[in-house]
Nanobody
């Protein structure tokens, strides 16, 4: 099977933290770039952060810079998104995605493999 399994979402107060995990099954994981996207109700899906297969070329959307950190552990076939100083506007379903290559790492259409999504809700 080829599958991405996400975990770590939940309900937190503004200013709190969560760590999302994305474990990959059935992949040659080290050959894939990882990105995190989010989609709030009634809004378009947007890129949050991305990291290349080797762990370099890290990218963050402006609205999370200084608050979120993306990492990966290829030995564990797992990617992570550490989210600190959470704001109510961060409330969304968060998805991890894998691609072997991309021109624009925040273009969702370039990703063939997606996690099931995990809900993050930040209360004010």
């Amino acid at each position: 099977q080829v599958q991405l399994v996400e975990s770590g979402g939940g309900l937190v107060q503004a200013g709190g933290s969560l760590r999302l995990s994305c474990e990959a099954f059935g992949f040659t994981f080290e050959h894939y770039d990882i990105a995190w996207f989010r989609q709030a109700p009634g809004k378009e899906r947007e890129g949050v952060s991305s990291i290349r297969n080797s762990g370099d070329h890290i990218r963050y959307a402006d609205f999370v810079k200084g608050r979120f950190t993306i990492t990966r552990d290829n030995a564990k076939n797992t990617g992570y998104l550490q989210m600190n100083s959470l704001k109510p506007e961060d409330t969304a379903v968060y998805y991890c995605a894998l691609t072997a290559w991309s021109l624009d790492s925040f273009s969702a259409s370039e990703y063939a493999y997606w996690g099931q999504g995990t809900q993050v809700t930040v209360s004010s």
